[in-house]
């Protein structure tokens, strides 16, 4: 079965550094998602993504973030200067394939971002 | 008003007993509701989703029951199983905006199944 995968599994960075992390969506999906998860706590939307642009992003979305889908199969997130309380897993997802209805979002494995 | 609350926060059950978390919303232009299920280090996975124009879903061991009036909804889990110890988490977004359809999520509520 299709599934989203998210590369690295676990991101060590130092503080003001900008981190790129990876993801690779459902193929033929049209929507495309960020969440994050601080440990313990619930999961919270950050940004959506729907031919080629933001369609709607969350207050923790500032200017330090950024979303790209570089070419057909990738869709990537930036924090520009990372800070302490950046910490979290990060989520991507994706939904709208041509089976199933547009709302049904399908989560990758997360990238754990660790800033020190 | 965005909120969608949880509970509860953690749940102890007996092998092939019920589980049941609840989770309540306030915005009423929500319509679309999922559980996701979430195992240690791994992605929420979907587990079952019901919009609100049925009172209930069931697949397999999984029900979801809605009710629109109260804004409500919960997730019932028949004959549990210590397999099904997880993370479960509700969620809604209001698809019909067109617009991103953002997931809120609720807390999350911790199962754990005892044999």
């Known amino acids: 079965e299709p599934e989203v995968t998210q590369t690295p599994s676990h991101q060590v960075t130092q503080m003001g550094q900008e981190v790129i992390l990876r993801c690779v969506p459902i193929?033929?999906?049209?929507?495309f998602y960020w969440y994050r998860q601080i440990l313990g706590q619930k999961v919270e939307f950050l940004v959506s993504?729907?031919?080629?642009?933001?369609?709607?992003k969350s207050e923790i979305f500032d200017d330090q973030f950024s979303v790209e889908r570089p070419d057909g199969s990738n869709f990537t997130l930036k924090i520009r200067s990372t800070k302490l309380e950046d910490s979290a897993m990060y989520f991507c997802?994706?939904?709208?394939?041509?089976?199933?209805?547009?709302?049904?979002?399908?989560f990758g494995p997360g990238t754990r971002l660790t800033v020190t | 008003q965005q909120q969608v609350k949880q509970s509860p926060q953690s749940l102890i059950v007996q092998k092939g007993g019920i589980s049941i978390i609840n989770c309540a919303y306030e915005?009423?232009?929500?319509?679309?509701f999922p559980w996701y299920q979430q195992f240690p280090g791994k992605g929420p996975a979907l587990l079952i989703a019901?919009?609100?124009?049925?009172s209930e879903k069931k697949e397999g061991r999984f029900t979801i029951s809605f009710n629109k009036s109260a804004k409500q909804f919960s997730l019932h889990i028949m004959d549990s199983q210590p397999g099904d110890s997880a993370t479960y988490f509700c969620a809604a977004t209001d698809i019909l905006t067109g617009g991103g359809n953002k997931l809120t999520f609720g807390t999350g509520t911790q199962l754990k199944v005892e044999l």
């Open positions: 019901i919009r609100p124009d049925v």
């Open positions: 993504f729907y031919n080629n642009e933001i369609s709607e």
């Open positions: 915005n009423t232009a929500f319509d679309y």
């Open positions: 193929s033929n999906h049209l929507y």
């Open positions: 997802a994706s939904s709208a394939s041509l089976n199933r209805g547009p709302y049904e979002q399908y």
